[in-house]
């Protein structure tokens, strides 16, 4: 979105919406799971969408972290960073994904989790960006569908910066690639206020 001269990122949800979709996927988790459930968040960007899911659900989850990054060779090749510290082995799996992108790293995720045994498994995703889908991979559990390229915030970075914010926004890469900072006093003008 431009705005005189001034290129803006386009709001997807503001913090109440955020919010908002949090709750309603820790209900549709909660239906479906009970206590013992084990929730796997994927390293970086999903640090604040899992923190806030789980105070939300209604069990008492178990949690573990994983890290995937691509090779530097590209290609869509993706390889495990950081592994769970416990067998899942018969448990009930939840992935808790930030963005699903290309799909690449949720293919090897699922494949990772799968040959491991759980006795179920399903990935909980606040954003997905289904136009840009390369792999077809199930997502069991969506925040929000978006058409955007490219979003920021709640955990979704750009080179560092917008993670911790309570929003998340499209915004232009090749901008952002020209100068990270380029949002921050959009971003930060829109922080709601401390309590
Ligand atoms: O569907 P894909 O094209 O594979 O993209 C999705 C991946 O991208 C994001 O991680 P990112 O590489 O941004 O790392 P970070 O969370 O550590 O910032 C996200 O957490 C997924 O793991
Ligand atoms: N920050 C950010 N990281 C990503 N990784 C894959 N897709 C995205 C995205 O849209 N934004």
């Given at each position: 979105m431009i705005v005189g001269s001034v290129p803006v990122p386009g709001l997807v949800l503001g913090p109440e919406e955020v919010h908002r979709t949090v709750r309603?996927?820790?209900d549709e988790l909660s239906t479906r799971h009970e206590d013992g459930t084990?929730?796997?968040a994927v390293l970086k960007g999903s640090l604040l969408f899992m923190a806030d899911l789980v105070?939300?659900?209604?069990?008492?989850?178990?949690v573990?972290?994983?890290?995937?990054?691509p090779y530097p060779s590209g290609g869509g090749r993706v390889r495990l960073e950081k592994d769970l510290e416990i067998d899942i082995e018969g448990r009930d799996v939840v992935l808790v994904e930030?963005?699903?992108?290309?799909g690449h790293s949720l293919t090897l995720l699922r494949h990772e989790?799968?040959?491991?045994?759980p006795r179920s498994l399903s990935v909980c995703a606040m954003v997905d960006k289904?136009?840009?889908?390369?792999?077809?991979?199930?997502?069991?559990?969506?925040?929000?569908?978006v058409s955007a390229d490219y979003v920021i915030g709640y955990g979704l970075d750009f080179a560092g910066r917008y993670r911790n914010l309570d929003l998340i926004a499209s915004a232009d890469p090749a901008e952002l690639a020209r100068d990270p900072d380029r949002y921050l006093a959009w971003a930060y003008a829109r922080r709601p206020a401390r309590r």
């Open positions: 309603r996927l820790a084990v929730l796997v105070r939300e659900v209604r069990f008492v989850p178990e573990d972290f994983m890290a995937v990054s930030d963005v699903v992108d290309t989790l799968e040959r491991r045994g289904r136009a840009r889908r390369l792999v077809p991979v199930p997502i069991e559990h969506v925040g929000v569908s």
